[in-house]
């Protein structure tokens, strides 16, 4: 692979990667919350790589020709985001910055970042049909080895600019707990309108 094709998939990735979305939304949550953005990131880059890595063993193109595999991949991915939607409409957390940094909540978080990346299928959809395009059948490397360095590339820019994202939330809103609170309750509805969206695009077709 030569260096003119990762830098063409690096500026496609990252428009992707700066585009506000659910993944946003989540890191924001957890600005919010305090000392969590470290995990939430970590949560969300674990979901990112299980997709990539499905994508890169051949797995992903039988389980998007595979209907029923990718309905439920959809349905439960969006029960899930309504549920951590709902909640955070319902009990918009406060800046917590005072508070302590557990293992449990370190856990809770991570755990949470990968459900919410590893069970949209957008993003399953997304490294599907972007990232075979920028492969090369003539490379030294094998298919999957380029999926997958081309997949950490993505990783490392999500990553970047998710700490950025959830640093600066973290610092603008710890002082401002209305503002806090409404920030939080936009997050839950984007969460929400992504759900509802992923089901109506489930009983539309």
């Known amino acids: 692979m030569t260096p003119a094709i990762f830098a063409a998939f ?7 990667v700066i585009t506000p979305g659910l993944d946003w939304a989540y890191i924001i949550s957890a600005g919010i919350r305090g000392r969590v953005v470290v995990p ?8 990112h790589l299980m997709a990539i890595a ?6 992903g193109a039988l389980v998007a020709g595979n209907p029923l595999a990718l309905t439920a991949l959809t349905l439960i991915g ?4 309504l549920w951590i939607g709902f909640n955070m409409l319902l009990h918009p957390p406060a800046p917590s910055a005072g508070e302590g940094q557990s293992s449990g909540s370190w856990l809770r978080w991570a755990g949470k970042g990968i459900c919410i990346s590893g069970l949209n299928p957008k993003v399953f959809l997304l490294f599907l ?3 075979p395009q920028f492969t090369d059948a003539n490379a030294a490397w094998s298919i999957p080895m380029q999926i997958l360095a081309l997949g ?3 990783l490392v820019s999500c990553g970047l600019i998710y700490l950025l994202v959830g640093w600066g939330s973290q610092s603008i ?6 503002a806090a609170r409404v920030v939080s309750r936009i997050s ?18």
Not at 40 to 47: D, H
Not at 78 to 81: G, R
Request: proline share 2%.
């Open 54 to 59: 499905i994508v890169a063993a051949g797995v």
């Open 129 to 131: 049909a972007l990232l």
């Open 40 to 47: 939430a990131v970590t949560g969300l880059l674990l979901g």
């Open 78 to 81: 969006a029960a899930y985001l």
């Open 152 to 154: 950490l590339l993505h």
């Open 188 to 205: 839950g509805a984007a969460m929400l309108f992504i759900a509802i969206g992923l089901l109506a695009g489930q009983a539309f077709k």
């Open 10 to 16: 690096w500026a496609v990735s990252m428009l992707f």
């Open 173 to 178: 809103l710890q002082t401002r707990p209305q």
